[in-house]
């Protein structure tokens, strides 16, 4: 198994997830669409922002995108063709797709087929149902503290932070690595850890009554941080991106050390 060492922050996704780059104006005959997709698998309904090139950024929408949206369930051999709202942002109407029926666990092919013949198309795959543990041996505080989620794919789908009760601050792990069967394991160093989280550097694990972790992780999909704000963004022609992430949770986990 090759290890990799990694340093994750939720912090990190909620930056990514933030992010919105400006569009130039293009050349009518080049232009596509913009698409902007970022979805959380824990709502109900999932938009996508779809604006057509060829007009002006200040241009006010008149209610009709002369395009056709549809979301392909590759995985299934599904498809949907979406139903447009418009919603205005800062002002300015936009087109805003929706649709309910996106799942864990699928690649998803959104296609938006233009009346006057253009055509752009993009991929994104939804992250699966993950199920998260803390490994821990019985023994004295330098036992090796082991994180293990499944299914996963790439080491990057996993944005994680652990933290001790009566410890103040953030700890990370020291090595990430993928294992069999879709398994990603995170290992952390419990005394380093505990005494890293201890601003006087002095308490061992030893010393608290009931020692505990907390796990605040979140999932994003297979391939999200591939794109980069470009007209290259697996949006070929056009501008945004197409993803899905899960915020995944924070959990509590009862360790034994003694």
């Avoid at 103040?168 to 879709?182: F, M, Q, S």
């Avoid at 890293?196 to 010393?207: A, E, H, N, W």
């Amino acid at each position: 198994m090759k290890k990799q060492i990694l340093f994750l922050a939720l912090v990190s996704l909620l930056a990514i997830l933030g992010c919105e780059t400006s569009v130039d104006l293009m050349d009518e005959d080049k232009a596509l669409y913009t698409v902007y997709a970022s979805n959380n698998m824990d709502d109900p309904i999932h938009f996508i922002r779809v604006k057509d090139m060829s007009k002006p950024l200040i241009h006010e929408e008149d209610g009709v995108l002369n395009a056709k949206v549809i979301l392909n369930n590759l995985t299934d051999g599904t498809f949907e063709v979406l139903r447009d709202s418009i919603i205005k942002f800062n002002g300015v109407k936009t087109h805003n797709f929706y649709t309910a029926n996106t799942e864990h666990g699928k690649k998803y092919e959104l296609k938006i087929e233009g009346s006057d013949g253009r055509l752009l198309t993009a991929t994104a795959t939804t992250p699966d149902i993950v199920i998260a543990e803390v490994i821990t041996e019985s023994g004295f505080c330098d036992t090796p503290l082991v994180f293990r989620f499944y299914p996963i794919h790439d080491v990057r789908q996993v944005v994680v932070r652990f933290t001790f009760p009566k410890a103040p601050g953030i700890v990370y792990p020291e090595e990430v690595w993928l294992g069999e069967n879709d398994t990603l394991f995170m290992k952390s160093n419990l005394l380093e850890a505990i005494r890293t989280g201890f601003l006087s550097g002095k308490m061992t694990c030893s010393d608290l009554e009931s020692p505990e972790v907390i796990l605040s992780w979140g999932i994003v999909g297979p391939g999200f941080y591939d794109y980069t704000f470009s007209d290259t963004l697996g949006i070929p022609g056009g501008y945004g991106y197409f993803r899905f992430f899960s915020p995944g949770s924070t959990d509590r986990f009862a360790l034994d050390l003694h």
